[in-house]
């Protein structure tokens, strides 16, 4: 898990998998509405539904661990410019929460590299896709997330 | 229907502003917003002087204070001395320094106090249950404007005097109340030794008025930001050093009569005395100069009701399922959750429980977020718990997953 997913892309690569990803979004960062079909995906990018709460503070991670083992396989964390939390602390907490340094927190049972956290402002729409596009190429080169035989997804680590 | 986005809680119009007046600062915001990341990229999100707007007057604050106790040690507050004793200031080493930086950290104090306005207006960070901190605020924006403009007066030559003139007859000019106020001001009927001393008390008091209006600005604000970083108080002090060296404040002539009205001003007094050089014009009287500064006050105060959201999403605890574990009165940013012991018959002794008090509330939702047991929720969460929205959607996912295989 990192602030910013760093992949190089992939030029070839099993086009037929496609992650699923479950994104969690501050609705104060990224101007979700203009991004989003009606079916509540990216319209850049189908594969990625989003969930849209009033700040990233809400967003726990055991949400996220959750989504993993409900079978998506990535999850993103979106939040505005860190400091510039409209509630003053939101993002930081979930900043805080997902390193593990502060409660309530599970992270240690989650596949780190299968969930990001974003810190994007109103104005970086665009800045938001990329990473989403680098996001999803990490999780091809991850391959699918592994399931039991219940269906949940395994836990690691 | 569908849901677009899937939305955690309902909430107003954000996106599609009915009114144009919320349109108006949505797009401010959005400019604000767009200015911030770009500094960012200058200086790292740690060191942006905007995510400092409160942290800044506060440690400008600091540095006033202590320069101030400087002076004090120095000024002699009587009609004759005070002149005397603030040129003394230029032969103690470091004294005019001092007395320079005092000045000028005043003025950075009022323009920072005046962009923390901005941005917290710019921002839409001004109202609902925000209101105790901007009603505070505008407290303490009349606050420094007192603290400041007796500092004018404090120095006993020609323009304190000028000064003093025109505020006497802005305050004579009021109906009924004109003499009192006069003789409140002077400490008297007739300028003498008392007036300064007063004039030391006005400067004083508002400073100190300051730190207990600071406290209540505060008061439901969890753990605000009062610490600059080094970068940033280094570059305030550098600035006001700078500023210092190359204009350094020096008084006016030494007064002739201090019954003259002013001589005139600097440049630099346009920071704190805007109203006075106008007032000093032919053409502008004590009416327009008391109407403009009531005006100016009541649209600071009537600013955040402008606009108001419907409260939907006030927190609500779940009495069965909170454990008193305080997590969310910690995290609260607003301060609006606090635990009461509540008594436990079966354990025969008391529980604590969160409970919200709904006028500080944000809706926020972080204290959802630091909830382990599901037991705080916000007003429109569709589900109790969030962990079933994220349920209910895999099965949504795989309709569209097997529809994009079948393609
Ligand atoms: C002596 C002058 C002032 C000082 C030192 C000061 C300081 C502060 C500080 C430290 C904060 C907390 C910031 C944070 O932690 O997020 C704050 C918040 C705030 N201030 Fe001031 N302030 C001053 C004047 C004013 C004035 C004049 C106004 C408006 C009229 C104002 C309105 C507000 C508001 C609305 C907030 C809440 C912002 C939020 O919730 O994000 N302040 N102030
Ligand atoms: S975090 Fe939950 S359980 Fe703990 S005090 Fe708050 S509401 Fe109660
Ligand atoms: S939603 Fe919760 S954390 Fe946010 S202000 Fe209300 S009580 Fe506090």
Known sequence: ?157 | MSLQPIDSVARDDLYEPRSPYRRFLRQITIAQVRLERWLNELVSYEQNPFYFHGAIPTFVFWMLVLSGLGLLFYYKPTVNESYESLQYLGIVPFGGAIRSSHRYTADIMLIAVYLHILRVYITDRHRDYRIVPWLTGVGLLSLVYIAGISGYLLCGDERAWGLTYQIRAALRSVPLLGTGLDTFFLGGREISDFTVVRFLFFHIAAASLIFWMLWMHLLRIRRPFLVVTMGIGAAVIGLTLMVSGLWPALSFAPVANPLDPPAGYALGDWVFLPGFILLSLPAIGPTLFWGVTLVFFGLLLAVPYLLRDTRKNIAQVVRDKCVGCQLCAIDCPYAAIQMVPVWNERKNKPDLLAVVYPPRCSECGVCVGSCDFDAIELGSMPYARLEEMVRDLAPRRDAAAAEAAGD
């Open chain 1, 1 to 157: 898990m990192s602030d910013t997913t760093q992949v190089e892309p992939a030029e070839t690569r099993d086009t037929a998998y496609e992650p699923q990803v479950l994104a969690l979004i501050c609705e104060r960062s990224v101007p979700i509405a203009e991004l989003v079909d009606a079916e509540s995906r990216l319209r850049d990018a189908s594969n990625v539904f989003v969930l849209r709460f009033p700040c990233s503070g809400m967003i726990k991670p055991a949400l996220a661990q959750l989504a993993l083992e409900e079978g998506w396989d990535g999850v993103l964390v979106v939040g505005c410019a860190v400091g510039d939390c409209h509630f003053r602390e939101g993002n930081l907490f979930a900043r805080e929460r997902f390193r593990g340094d502060r409660a309530p927190n599970k992270f240690r049972r989650m596949d780190q590299r299968r969930v990001a956290l974003l810190w994007r402002a109103i104005p970086e729409g665009d800045r938001f896709l990329e990473t989403v596009r680098e996001f999803n190429a990490q999780l091809v080169e991850l391959g699918p997330n592994v399931r039991n035989d219940d269906g949940k997804a395994a836990r690691r680590r």
